[in-house]
């Protein structure tokens, strides 16, 4: 069973939501929707659902073309970020409501309903009304209102976004093990490349409604095709700095120079971005580390953490060091990077040379 995407394009009004378009989901995998809002995460899981049709291209499941069928005549369930219970309902009741709808006799709908109100830890409640629950309990009601149908595609559309960070810690736990269970093609939209990594199995990421990469999740993350899948899989965004290779020197900021063999040594002569995340920046100096002079913008302390905001030359970095530092705007501030946590694009932005530390993680 697969879901696959053939060149797919969506366009509203001449503008285009979605540029071409090319995936395949397999049966039994989880996969997640990466990119920022506006991106196009929301626009792909309504094509992928039958709620929207690609304005060219067409969409195939389990190898049939399903492109003008109705989201009704799909095995398909969606929750999305506002979740959506029945208030006059109980948990038991909305959990049964899309069976009644389809017809399943009651004795189907008795046993689907209790085996996955066991899955997702509902049992003790399925006489109580939604609004007795709490926001974790009610949004595991409308996952499992979306399980119960059997659906081979279930959509998931930023559906931790609107609860506390306690109860969104419960869920992201709780998630790929519905999936492992379920067995269906999960897609799941986040904006938090922290989430995808937690949520793990394969990863596309968006960007301006372009799919820039699509994976193992780790894969992704550890090994970008591209400087803007670099931007995307990192929070804060990955931190650039142009650079020019000449012969045995490489060139960078108001003059500083490093060995060319700094910096991926083998590379011909030109011009190059060097990529590198927040949290491989240091305050503190170490073997064989670059040394950058930085000017401090702002702090923003995490509490066992602090994000530092840094000009080097007009180029602006975020760092994330741990602890709590007293810093002051405006202060001078060395940074250090150690070089093989640098990754190295062209200037199109198409990767030239992996980060070490990745390439042998």
């Not at 389990?62 to 309902?89: C, E, H, L, W």
């Not at 670099?230 to 000449?246: E, G, H, I, Y």
């Amino acid at each position: 069973m697969s879901l696959t995407l053939e060149g797919v394009t969506h366009e509203v009004g001449g503008q285009t939501h979605i540029h071409e378009t090319t995936l395949t989901l397999e049966n039994g995998t989880m996969n997640v929707l990466l990119g920022p809002t506006l991106s196009g995460k929301t626009t792909l899981m309504r094509l992928m659902a039958g709620l929207d049709q690609p304005t060219r291209g067409r969409i195939l499941w389990q190898g049939a073309d399903v492109t003008g069928m109705r989201v009704q005549d799909r095995k398909v369930a969606m929750v999305y970020q506002q979740f959506i219970n029945y208030p006059s309902m109980t948990v038991r009741e909305n959990i049964a409501s899309p069976m009644k709808l389809m017809g399943v006799d009651r004795a189907e709908i008795d046993r689907r309903v209790n085996e996955t109100a066991e899955m997702m830890k509902l049992s003790p409640m399925l006489d109580r009304k939604p609004l007795e629950l709490s926001g974790g309990q009610q949004q595991r009601c409308a996952l499992a209102r979306a399980l119960v149908k059997n659906a081979g595609l279930v959509l998931l559309d930023e559906p931790l976004a609107n609860l506390d960070y306690k109860l969104r810690e419960e869920l992201r736990a709780e998630i790929p093990r519905i999936f492992e269970e379920s067995g269906a093609i999960f897609v799941y939209a986040t904006t938090e490349p922290e989430e995808a990594l937690l949520l793990g199995g394969n990863c596309a990421t968006l960007w301006e409604g372009r799919v820039t990469q699509f994976g193992p999740t780790a894969q992704v993350y550890r090994q970008p095709a591209d400087a803007t899948t670099a931007r995307v899989f990192s929070d804060p965004p990955m931190n650039f700095l142009p650079l020019t290779k000449q012969g045995d020197t490489i060139r960078y900021g108001k003059g500083d120079t490093l060995p060319g063999a700094a910096l991926g040594a083998g590379l011909g002569d030109g011009e190059y971005m060097a990529g590198f995340r927040p949290n491989h920046l240091s305050l503190e100096p170490a073997e064989g580390a670059i040394r950058f002079d930085t000017t401090l913008s702002v702090t923003e302390i995490t509490g066992s953490e602090t994000f530092v905001h840094l000009d080097h030359h007009g180029e602006r970095w975020v760092g994330l060091v741990h602890g709590i530092r007293d810093l002051q705007p405006g202060q001078a501030l060395d940074v250090y990077l150690d070089p093989s946590r640098v990754y190295l694009f062209d200037k199109g932005g198409a990767l030239v040379a992996g980060a070490p530390y990745a390439e042998a993680a």
